[in-house]
C-alpha cells in the first residue's frame, strides 16, 4: 500500500473507531490557530500525515493538495510558476511550517486583500473528505463550472472542523500581479473611512488599507500602468516595495506593533461591519486598527465590553466576536460571533448531524453543544 494511502487508511480508522465509541476527536493540523474558538476538546488527531501536492497545473490556474500540507510549502510552490492565494491567508503560527492547507479552509480566514480580491471559499473548487462515519466523500472538482455539489466545498470553509476532516482540497488560484504600490497618508480615522469609501467608487486598483494610529496605508496592485496612474492621482507617499511588503505580511498575521502592544487582559475582537459605517465610540476610548477599506476593524478591549461591541456593530449593520482571548485564558474560550436567527442555528445543527451524526468532531469548538 501507497504511503499516503496507508495514512489515510489510518485516520480513517481511527474516525470508525471513534464513531463507533462515541469518543470526541481534536482534528489540528500545526496549531497554528488553537487560539480560536469556544473549547479544544478530544483526543488529537492531527492530519500533518497527508502532505503534497497531488495535482498542479499552473496553465489551468487550478492546484489539489492534501490537507496537511505546509501552507508555506504551497505559496512557495505557486510562487516558482509566478502565481499566488490571492486571498492572502494568515499563518499566525511562529513556526514558519506551522499553518496547514486544511486549517486554512477549516478558519477560512483571509488576509488584507479580502475586500478586493474575495475569500477562501471563492478559490475553493473541490474537497475530499472524511464524515463522521468514517466515509470518504468527493465534493466539487477542479473547475469553476462544476456545478454538482459545488457549495459542499465552501460550506467548508469556516466550519473550524466541525463537519468533517478534509483530506484533499482543490484551489483555484491566480498570477502575482505585474506590480504593487503603497501610498502612506496622515490622517484621522473620519478621513481616511471617507477617503476610503470615495476610492472605492473610482476605477482604481486597489488592494488593500489599513488605517492604525493616525496613518492610513493603501496598497495599490494591477497593472503597471494603472498602478502609476492612481499614484500620481490619489497623492500620498509611495513607500518603498520591498520595505512595505513585510509590513502587509505582519499585518497578515497580526504581528504588527499595534497588535503586540494588546495589554494582558484585553481581548481582540474582530468587528464585520459594512465598508461605509462611520468611526465607533469603543469602550475606554479605544482606537481600532482598520482593514478591508472599513469592513473589518479590530479593537482591543476587556471581555466585559463584549455586550456593548456586539450592540455597536449590530446597530451599524455588522457584528462582533472575541477572536482572541485575553492572555490569561489562551488557548481556547474566545467564542464565535451568534447567529442572527433560531433558523440559521437550527440550520447549522442539522448540517452538524448529517456530516457527523455521532458529533465526534471538534466537539463545542463553534457552539456549545456541537
Request: charged share 20%; glycine share 12%.
Amino acid at each position: 500500500m501507497h504511503g499516503m494511502d496507508f495514512a489515510l487508511a489510518q485516520i480513517t480508522e481511527r474516525v470508525r473507531a471513534a464513531a463507533a465509541d462515541q469518543t470526541p476527536l481534536r482534528i489540528r493540523g500545526g496549531g497554528s490557530k488553537d487560539f480560536h474558538g469556544l473549547a479544544l476538546h478530544g483526543e488529537v488527531l492531527d492530519t500533518r500525515v497527508l502532505q503534497g501536492i497531488v495535482d498542479y497545473e499552473p496553465s489551468e490556474l487550478v492546484v489539489t493538495v492534501r490537507a496537511g500540507t505546509p501552507l508555506a510549502e504551497l505559496e512557495a510552490a505557486l510562487a516558482a510558476q509566478g502565481q499566488c492565494l490571492p486571498f492572502e491567508p494568515p499563518h499566525f503560527g511562529v513556526q514558519p511550517q506551522a499553518a496547514t492547507v486544511g486549517g486554512m479552509v477549516a478558519a477560512g480566514l483571509s488576509g488584507p486583500a479580502r475586500a478586493s480580491v474575495g475569500a477562501v471559499r471563492d478559490y475553493l473548487l473541490g474537497v475530499v473528505l472524511l464524515n463522521g462515519q468514517a466515509e470518504l466523500l468527493t465534493f466539487g472538482g477542479q473547475v469553476m463550472k462544476n456545478v454538482a455539489g459545488y457549495d459542499v466545498p465552501r460550506l467548508m470553509a469556516g466550519s473550524w472542523g466541525t463537519l468533517g476532516l478534509l483530506t484533499e482540497v482543490s484551489l483555484k488560484v491566480l498570477p502575482v500581479v505585474p506590480t504593487e504600490a503603497t501610498l502612506r497618508f496622515e490622517c484621522g480615522q473620519d478621513e481616511a473611512l471617507r477617503r476610503l469609501h470615495a476610492w472605492g467608487g473610482q476605477p482604481l486598483p486597489l488592494n488593500a488599507s489599513r488605517w492604525e494610529a493616525g496613518v492610513l496605508h493603501l496598497r495599490l496592485r494591477g497593472a503597471v500602468a494603472a498602478v502609476n496612474a492612481a499614484c500620481r492621482s490619489m497623492g500620498g507617499e509611495r513607500l518603498e516595495a520591498a520595505a512595505v511588503a513585510v509590513d502587509w505580511n505582519v499585518c497578515r498575521d497580526q504581528t504588527l506593533p499595534w497588535f503586540s502592544a494588546r495589554q494582558p487582559d484585553h481581548a481582540l475582537w474582530r468587528l464585520s461591519l459594512p465598508a461605509t459605517a462611520p468611526a465607533m465610540d469603543l469602550p475606554g476610548g479605544a482606537q481600532p486598527l482598520v482593514e478591508w477599506h472599513g469592513a473589518l476593524r479590530w479593537v482591543q478591549a476587556p471581555e466585559a465590553a463584549g455586550d456593548a461591541l456586539r450592540e455597536a456593530a449590530r446597530a451599524a449593520g455588522g457584528s462582533a466576536a472575541m477572536f482572541r482571548a485575553p492572555q490569561a485564558r489562551e488557548p481556547g474560550g474566545t467564542g464565535h460571533a451568534a447567529l442572527p436567527s433560531r433558523a440559521l442555528e437550527q440550520i447549522h445543527a442539522r448540517l452538524k448531524h448529517s456530516f457527523d451524526p455521532a458529533g465526534i468532531f471538534n466537539p463545542g469548538r463553534m457552539a456549545p453543544g456541537w
